[in-house]
């Protein structure tokens, strides 16, 4: 059978107007000849921020002893399992060579890229744990000069220091006070003593999203993020009062953010849609206001006949986050093909991802994981070839390279490919008494 909709989601995803494209695309143009003055104008406008963008070796050692040790604990916990796994994704790209033939060698080598710029949201949270997954990846993957933003934090005044000593903590090369497009700018043009990055990483509002997508192509982007989203599937082993509270959790992100539940189970399904509204009003209020606007604006629920219809309703979704909490789950982990990160089991859920479990939690949305995954060290490599032949092999690799160049119609390709096969044909004779 189809799905049966038990709760839609009337609610359409905000796309970047074209206020917000003029908008960042004037100030990328201010930025870009204004510089720092520029930038400086646009963080005391914008943030009401008139203190330094660059952070003193001085400001994060106050950081560091401003910050509960039982907190620093905590973050360093989730700061060695961030590293632990990114090194471990790193130790997976390999250089290699093969002959390919006789005398013709080929073979990738995985480069870091020099600069990267860590974009770390500000607003409603205080998001530590993005901070060391941008920064703490670009490390792992031997990127050897990271730059880290961040909006300031008017009632922290500046930086928060537990998140100053989480972006330390991370291997950050330099420390920025600037958020927003601004944030974005110096960054990618290399302002207050950054390099100008070779990739800009993390998410933010939808200007900062909207600036990203205007720099990308000499600058690279970890990928066009929205609005974070979750789906659970669930058989009737799982326990409701889970179910509900995990799809409240991701609610909370922000008004715009969907959580879906997909279920074989009727009964579950109508006590997640009584629950879920009395844990949101159970929420601290500016909590509550987003998760009861992403509920009401973004929240699904369906009714699926068996497991094979829910695996092929999450492979059409391709969720950001997706949560088995149902039996088989080896069934589960072969049978899905499209999500961010997968969560398997009820013991498992995306708030371990999102702080501290070691997998990035920078993953695709709004169904961009069809085609992509997460942020992780492959994003700071560049995997590159290279090739080299010696005069064995160009017989018929000449050959066959010109032919395809002449069926081609492209008469220099051929040209240089004949000239090396005749001098292998006819090598240059030596000069009387030459040594050889």
Known sequence: MAEIPLKTAPGEQPQATAQVVETVRDMLARLRSGGEETALDYARKLDAWEGE???????????????????????????????????????????????????????????????????????????IASALMSIATAREAGVPDITACTPPNAAAGGIPSPMLYAMHLAGASRILTIGGVQGIAALAFGLFGARPADILVGPGNAYVAEAKRQLFGPVGIDMFAGPTDILVLADNSADPETVATDLVGQAEHGPTSPAWLATTDRPLAETVLARVPHLIDALPEANREAATAAWRDFGEVVLCADREELAAYANRKAPEHLHVQARDLPWWRDRLRAYGSLFLGEATTVAFGDKSAGPNHVLPTSGAARYTGGLSVHKFLKTVTWQQVDESALPDLATATAAISRAERMEGHARSADIRLEKVASPPKRAVGEAG
């Open 53 to 127: 963008i660059t952070v003193s070796p001085e400001r994060i050692e106050a950081a560091i002893a401003e910050t509960p040790q039982e907190l620093k604990d905590s973050i360093s916990w989730a700061h060695d399992n961030i590293s632990r796994f990114a090194a471990t994704q790193r130790a997976t790209a390999q250089d290699m060579e093969i002959e390919l033939r006789p005398g013709m060698i080929a073979g990738q080598k995985q480069i870091p890229v020099q600069a990267a710029g860590c974009y770390v949201p500000g607003g409603r949270y205080t998001h």
